[in-house]
């Protein structure tokens, strides 16, 4: 699938790390470095502008390593970028660790998936379906 892009960043444009990777790496488009303390949330430029196909989404989500290893994730994960925005993609991120954080200028700071999805025509009734679940939610099904 073919998208259009505007990458006003001194970062590559993004791209897969390897042949059957899901994401790509988004980069900090940053004059200079910026410092999260913990529990900090900021909103990081990337510098690009994507125009999707009606029907796709591009879902913004954290790089395992920089969650695991140091506690810095996508605070509404994943975004969501609709195929009809045209502004900058931006991260936000949030420090979950102890201690601050330093974001520099092309760091990759977290990943884009695109994805296809289907539009919903609701259609209103007075009952649903009966299932063995029902309304079982939140640990319902047990722990193991």
Known sequence: MKCKIVNQSSNPTPSYATEMSAG???????DMPVTLAPMERQLIPTGIFIELPRG???QVRPRSGLAVKSGITVINSPGTIDADYRGEVKV?????????FT???GDRIA???VARHETVEWE???ELSSTDRAA???GSTGKQ
């Open 111 to 113: 990943q884009m998936v």
């Open 124 to 126: 209103a009734t007075d």
């Open 56 to 58: 796709y989404e591009a």
């Open 136 to 138: 079982g939610g939140f």
């Open 92 to 100: 936000g991120l949030i420090n979950l660790s102890n201690v601050p």
């Open 24 to 30: 790509m790496d988004l980069r900090a488009n940053l």
């Open 103 to 105: 974001i520099c200028p």
